[in-house]
């Protein structure tokens, strides 16, 4: 009964206010405690106020039934097919709709409901899947920004491949933790390609020189985030690059000579197929016969053997591990070496690698030449800091002698009837002026100190003067005793110079 006179009343009043009493009634229902009879009818009237012209009523419904795990199906599931803003609200926090409800949200939604799906919390792998596939780049940024979601690397793949061109979308996937290697270096590529495009359209690299660019620092950063990987995960990252065409004979040189050993390892072992620990120890023993073998089963050319060759004898003369924990991206010492090993080889083989050895040398001695000057730039902040240190200890070490040598100085208070303009009066009307009168024999001391002190006995007197003669060494041992040893030794040491 009070079900229909609130329906009835509804089809009278105004839109807010119909909105108004949606909410109150959805809530009533939700969390109310209802009756059996009455929960039913409400319901009933819940559904049905689904089929009013207002959308502030089926707002209001969404908002009141939105968070609650016992709303009822029917009602969310038709508050996800509403338009857009109504929808997103169930669609981003309802615990009644399952990932089938939510997939199909995702196909036939708008940006503002894929945004509000990949923002949800516990996201599911597949649905986050779906917004991989068809979602637009704010979606694909949303989706990256929410921590709880589960992401596949297949799915962060396909996100790099779908939308990497955009910078936000990179910017969110390098923001999430565990990040695998082969996603950062899909990443990688996507930012070179976009670097060495601009640089193009700027006029201010040829094609050629631009695609070389790029495809030489893709490599060098491939090589520092791998750096300190796991090898399951330099495994991946090398079936990655190999797949995608990236794993070739000059960033496999750039690893040797840079001291990765264990990205060139794993390489060599995904391209010889043999086992890793097999393909490391023929790297480490030194025979020459068993690299060559290596290296013609990894299918590398044979032009690049001794450059091969020479960087790892550099490298294992050198001690293994030396030329990482030196801290340049590529060593010199093995540059050189493999540089000496190509200069007997005929010029028509041995110019490709001899220009691209002379590259990576290039590029070692600008590295160097950054760290030096971090060095001197640091030097030369330690330098003054410590000048400005010693002016201070200067100073105070003036002031100490000053405080020794003259005691402190007291100034008299200015007269308050004094004449500001008055001249300052002679030295001696000042000693006179400031010396004790002696009194007359015959006449009688009237000023209390006096008569104190000429009633004391002579001993006591004494006793007096040497406290204050005590008093005042007592004053300079706490002064010196405040200075410094070095600055008092200093002291010393300049006046036994000068006496001398």
Not at 5 to 13: E, I, K, P, R, V
Not at 78 to 89: N, P, T, V
Not at 219 to 230: D, G, I
Request: proline letters at 5%; aromatic letters at 4%.
């Amino acid at each position: 009964m009070i079900i229909r006179q609130f329906l009835a009343w509804t089809q009278h009043s105004s839109a807010a206010r119909r909105a108004e009493a949606a909410g109150s009634l959805a809530r009533a229902y939700l969390y109310g405690g209802l009756g059996a009879e009455i929960a039913w009818e409400a319901e009933a009237a819940l559904l049905a106020l689904l089929d009013d012209p207002s959308s502030l009523v089926r707002r209001a419904l969404a908002e009141a039934c939105a968070g609650c795990a016992t709303a009822p199906r029917t009602l969310i599931v038709a508050l996800a097919g509403d338009q857009a803003d109504i929808a997103a609200l169930v669609l981003s926090r309802s615990p009644v709709l399952g990932d089938a409800d939510l997939v199909d949200g995702v196909a036939i939604g708008c940006l503002t409901v894929r945004r509000a799906i990949a923002g949800r919390a516990n996201l599911s792998a597949g649905v986050a899947g779906a917004l991989a596939e068809i979602g637009e780049a704010p979606a694909l940024v949303a989706l990256a920004r929410n921590r709880s979601a589960r992401i596949t690397t297949g799915s962060l793949m396909r996100m790099v491949e779908r939308h990497g061109g955009e910078a936000a979308v990179r910017e969110a996937i390098l923001t999430r933790p565990n990040l695998p290697l082969e996603v950062r270096q899909s990443i990688t590529t996507r930012l070179a390609e976009a670097l060495s495009a601009f640089a193009v359209s700027a006029g201010w690299l040829t094609p050629a020189r631009s695609a070389r660019a790029s495809r030489e620092a893709q490599e060098r950063a491939t090589l520092a985030f791998s750096a300190e990987a796991h090898p399951i995960d330099l495994a991946r990252l090398v079936t990655h690059l190999k797949a995608q065409g990236q794993l070739n004979a000059g960033l496999l040189l750039r690893a040797i000579l840079s001291g990765h050993m264990a990205f060139a390892e794993a390489a060599l072992a995904d391209l010889s197929g043999l086992p890793l620990r097999r393909v490391a120890g023929l790297m480490q023993e030194g025979s020459t016969a068993a690299f060559a073998a290596l290296h013609r089963r990894a299918g590398l050319s044979p032009v690049l053997l001794p450059a091969f060759g020479a960087a790892l004898s550099a490298w294992r003369e050198a001690g293994q591990g030396a030329i990482v924990s030196a801290g340049a991206s590529l060593s010199r010492l093995m540059i050189e070496r493999a540089l000496t090993a190509c200069e007997t080889m005929p010029f028509a083989e041995a110019q490709g690698v001899m220009a691209l050895l002379a590259r990576f040398e290039a590029e070692a001695a600008r590295d160097e030449a950054r760290v030096l000057a971090r060095e001197l730039a640091a030097d030369g902040a330690r330098a003054d800091a410590l000048r400005m240190e010693n002016e201070i200890l200067d100073g105070e070490w003036r002031e100490a002698q000053r405080l020794v040598t003259q005691g402190p100085v007291t100034e008299a208070a200015p007269c308050a009837d004094a004449d500001p303009m008055a001249k300052p009066a002679p030295a001696a009307a000042i000693a006179q002026v400031e010396a004790p009168q002696a009194p007359e024999a015959d006449e009688p001391r009237t000023d209390p100190v006096g008569v104190i002190l000429d009633a004391l006995p002579d001993a006591i007197l004494a006793e007096f003067q040497g406290s204050r003669e005590h008093a005042r060494k007592l004053t300079v041992e706490v002064v010196l005793d405040a200075i410094p040893e070095a600055l008092v030794a200093s002291y010393r040491a300049d006046r036994e110079r000068i006496a001398a």
